[in-house]
């Protein structure tokens, strides 16, 4: 059998997939497309010269393995790196990389233009002509990238946001939208990626606004000061704009209108927008989609919930940074009964500093247990798109293998659509991330999964039934 770039890098990834994480593979392997093979020379393009150099960083051994595994001890790797410098040229520039572990090799600079314009930035937000002020960033200097633990849960996310830092505007990560569940660090990250911008480049211009404060600000300036050009002018001279909860715009026509011409200033002019929403770009409903395409110019990347080793060291540095000493099976016991957000998890310590300080307690195990027990209680408990399979699989009578599976027949396809229509609902999972879950289908399988459990509980009664149990078994 001859071999091709493709079927080297196939067989590469089938050995790089048994020997990673599932989330290291889906963001780093997958977005890989193999070029050529010259000899024992393979060359694979890349998305971006950070994702070229978080590779040569983290996974140079496993990729030597691979290579060797089916090209002999001469393999090579070569990196076709595209970088997209949008607001010059739309045509990709190319930049071949020889991979560090055969030819140690600095990465070529690419200069991006840049347009000079006036520091000078007037706030419409004040009286024309009676003072000029300096736009404060309203950046929180308590959330920086030093006590943002990372994890698998959010390495792409944080990785992604430190490269926008260290070079705002220059990266191909332009706009960078952070997307996931409540509690799970995004406005934290956004605000850390300001704050180090603003230390490492003091003369740039830093915003921080959120959506809401975003919509009443351009109502303020139409209606009442009449002076949307204004507005537009001051958002569109702002350095790195940080937008939190983008999926507020959501129905907000001329908001968006507004925000789409700051959007198109800001990045063809080479300045960094940063976004954050409780859902994908795709997922996004009543958004304009010249809007959502220009969302998805850049990188989403998503925060999932912390694993167990993130939660301890989260709750470890939360700790530290107190000043507060806690006994290991204290953190364990935390760590092991609070696994959905960091919010919750901050919340907990929170109470356990409080009730050992006012009740002049230790911090047992024993008062560790009183505090989650009354916290879980309290706390409106998530669905997982993990558990609405399981409820889904229990009343069908049928295992989860099956639910995943290939199979046509018609009541584990519905089974497998009601899950799909569940997870949508009750979850803060992409169309995307559901699919992947439920047997690797992507996100058109799962919106037409939703769409047909609607068009069948409005003219079939036992269709009907169904989705009426499905609910009752997964309220709380």
């Not at 392997?29 to 998305?47: N, R, S």
Request: aromatic residues 10%; charged residues 25%.
């Amino acid at each position: 059998m001859i071999k091709t770039a493709e079927t080297v890098w196939a067989a590469c990834l089938e050995f790089i997939k048994d020997n990673i994480t599932p989330v290291g593979f889906k963001t780093w392997f997958e977005p890989i497309v193999p070029v050529k093979l010259e000899g024992g020379a393979l060359t694979i393009q890349v998305p971006s010269k950070f994702f070229f150099e978080f590779l040569e960083e983290n996974y140079v051994k496993i990729l030597r393995s691979a290579l060797v595994r089916e090209l002999g001890k001469e393999a090579r790797l070569l990196y076709d790196v595209r970088l997209e410098n949008s607001y010059s040229s739309k045509v990709p520039q190319t930049v071949k990389i020889p991979s560090s572990n055969r030819a140690p090799m600095q990465p070529q600079n690419v200069n991006f233009p840049s347009k000079n314009i006036s520091r000078e930035v007037k706030n419409p937000f004040i009286i024309p002509g009676l003072q000029k002020v300096k736009v404060e960033s309203n950046l929180n200097p308590n959330y920086c990238f030093e006590n943002f633990m990372e994890g698998e849960s959010n390495r792409l996310g944080r990785s992604a946001g430190m490269a926008v830092a260290n070079k705002p505007g220059g990266t191909s990560f332009n706009p960078l939208m952070i997307y996931g569940g409540v509690g799970l660090g995004k406005t934290h990250l956004a605000h850390a990626i300001g704050v180090q911008v603003k230390d490492k480049y003091p003369d740039k211009t830093v915003l921080y606004v959120s959506t809401e404060k975003f919509i009443q600000q351009y109502g303020d300036a139409v209606l009442k000061n009449n002076n949307r050009n204004d507005f537009l002018h001051f958002y569109q001279m702002i350095d790195v704009l940080i937008v939190d909860d983008i999926q507020f715009l959501s129905g907000k026509t001329k908001t968006q209108d507004a925000f789409f011409q700051i959007f198109n200033e800001l990045h063809q002019n080479g300045k960094q927008v940063i976004l954050t929403s409780d859902k994908a770009p795709v997922d996004m409903q009543d958004i304009e989609q010249r809007l959502l395409s220009r969302f998805k110019w850049g990188l989403s990347a998503e925060l999932q919930a912390p694993d167990y080793e993130t939660r301890i060291n989260i709750l470890k540095n939360r700790l530290y940074r107190d000043g507060v000493e806690v006994p290991e099976e204290v953190i364990e016991f935390i760590a092991k009964h609070i696994k959905t957000n960091v919010r919750e998890l901050e919340g907990v310590v929170t109470s356990l500093i409080a009730q050992s300080a006012f009740n002049k307690k230790e911090f047992s195990l024993t008062l560790a247990k009183t505090i989650v027990d009354k916290f879980v209680k309290n706390t409106k408990k998530e669905v997982s798109v993990d558990y609405i399979q399981k409820v889904v699989s229990k009343y069908f009578e049928i295992d989860l293998a099956t639910l995943q599976s290939k199979t046509r027949k018609r009541h584990i396809v519905q089974a497998r659509q009601l899950a799909m229509y569940f997870s949508k609902k009750l979850t803060k999972s992409s169309l995307a991330s559901i699919g992947s879950q439920i047997g690797k289908r992507d996100h058109a399988t799962v919106l037409h999964a939703c769409k047909t459990v609607d068009n069948l509980t409005a003219t079939d009664k036992q269709f009907k039934k169904y989705v009426e149990d499905i609910s009752k078994k997964l309220s709380f």
